[in-house]
């Protein structure tokens, strides 16, 4: 007799369509997005969205990942790893409700986590052993033990760090799923994810996986959340609606200095987070911003414009000299729900600016689609990072499988 594990694996690889949930919270620590998805074929021929929803982080949990993140202590990362487990598991039992699907019929989940530290192999860290360390690391925590325990699905996690073992930047892992889902026979397309960071994929007309190349830009709504954090003093997250930023002027002198720092001047492939763009920087803006005397309103403006402005460069600079022509430039992410973000963009950028909803991909929710999806190759044994895109030496199977 097979054992389990290979009963389950087979029945999953001889399938024509499987119910997979895909999980993630990301840079900005805003709450859990769960996709529910039906995927057919292998590579896979089609994926196609169920069910999507948002599950906010209660206040004192997002409040500890970003300190956690920050400065934690190993007690707080402990029980923080199994109390998220058990919010991203209640995410997953939301959107299976939401679809009127029950867990039995769940193939699969693929869950992200929650990063809490990020440092690709060009970070420079104050390591006490650096002869033992060869690559970059990162740590995505969220128990899938206790996902997998409460949802009795198979999960897959742990997705980046097989690709920084490679000497991968460990990110941005979505472009495949750009490929997979976006490729155009006539157009060059650029798919861009704001979330808390920002990041692009570019879609040549026609490309092969090793044609893609993909990067982050630098931030997409973390200053801008941390800024309207620290000036509402908690009382607001994020500037809704872009109505802050939409009532300053953007300040020149300090959106230069911005525009001067080294990640943002850095070649692809790169990746940044928290550690580079959180709270410290934050400081050091601030403190830059005090010879200016500018308002909140001011501020917010001159930040929302930094992230417009370093994504319009680096489509100038990295994309444009490889593929003379952005056809269309595809957004998602909470970022794209900012409409003066977008104002800001398209007057930067020469291109039709799309939303991925028009590609059937809601805005929100592609990240979530994308792990959905990353876990079902891990399951059907593909590759699911691309080198061109993460600097790892070789593509590679992604994840670790847990049980239930
Ligand atoms: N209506 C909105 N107006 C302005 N910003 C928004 C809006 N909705 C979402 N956002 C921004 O999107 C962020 C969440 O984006 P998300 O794609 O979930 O990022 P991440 O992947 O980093 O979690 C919020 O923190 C906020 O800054
Ligand atoms: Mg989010």
Redo the contacts with the bound molecule.
């Keep these: 007799m097979l054992p389990k594990a290979w009963v389950w694996l087979k029945r999953y690889n001889e399938a024509k369509a499987r119910l997979v949930i895909g999980l993630?919270?990301?840079?900005?620590?805003?709450?859990i997005?769960a996709a529910l998805v039906k995927i057919v074929g292998k590579k896979p021929d089609r994926v196609e969205t169920i069910a999507f929803t948002?599950l906010p982080y209660p206040k004192e949990i997002r409040e500890t990942v970003l300190s956690v993140s920050q400065n934690g202590d190993t007690e707080t990362l402990c029980w923080l790893n199994f109390a998220l487990g058990e919010l991203f598991a209640e995410a997953a039992l939301e959107v299976g409700k939401l679809a009127q699907v029950s867990m039995k019929r769940i193939s699969l989940i693929g869950s992200h986590g929650q990063t809490v530290r990020h440092l690709p192999p060009q970070f420079k860290t104050k390591r006490k052993f650096p002869c033992l360390l060869k690559t970059g690391s990162t740590l995505q925590i969220t128990s899938p033990a206790v996902i997998a325990a409460r949802t009795g699905v198979p999960v897959v996690s742990d997705f980046r760090s097989k690709d920084m073992a490679l000497g991968g930047q460990g990110a941005p892992l979505v472009p495949l799923v750009d490929w997979l889902l976006l490729c155009h026979p006539k157009r060059n397309r650029v798919a861009l994810?704001?979330?808390?960071?920002a990041n692009l994929t570019v879609l040549p007309v026609k490309a092969k996986p090793n044609e893609i190349f993909a990067f982050d830009t630098g931030p997409?709504?973390?200053l801008?959340?941390g800024f309207v954090k620290f000036f509402s003093q908690g009382k607001m997250?994020?500037?809704?609606?872009?109505e802050w930023a939409s009532k300053g002027k953007v300040n020149d002198e300090l959106l230069i200095w911005l525009m001067s720092h080294p990640f943002i001047l850095q070649k692809p492939p790169k990746s940044t987070g928290r550690e580079t763009f959180g709270e410290s920087f934050l400081g050091k803006v601030l403190k830059r911003a005090s010879k200016f005397q500018l308002s909140e309103f001011e501020l917010v403006a001159t930040l929302t414009a930094f992230t417009a402005e370093s994504i319009a460069y680096a489509i100038k600079n990295f994309v444009l000299p490889k593929i003379v022509k952005v056809d269309e430039l595809i957004v998602?992410?909470?970022?794209s729900?900012?409409?003066t973000?977008m104002k800001m963009l398209s007057q930067k950028l020469n291109t039709e600016i799309l939303r991925s909803d028009e590609f059937g991909i809601n805005a929100?929710s592609k990240?979530a689609v994308a792990f959905a999806v990353l876990a079902h190759r891990t399951v059907v044994g593909l590759i699911g990072n691309l080198p061109s895109a993460t600097g790892a030496t070789s593509p590679t199977i992604l994840g670790s499988i847990t049980l239930p």
Excluded at 24 to 31: C, K, L, N, W
Excluded at 332 to 335: C, D, K, M, T, V
């Design positions: 993630i919270s990301g840079t900005s620590a805003d709450g997005d948002t994810n704001i979330g808390g960071i997409g709504n973390m801008i959340d997250t994020f500037d809704k609606n872009g998602s992410g909470g970022g729900n900012n409409p973000l929100d990240e």
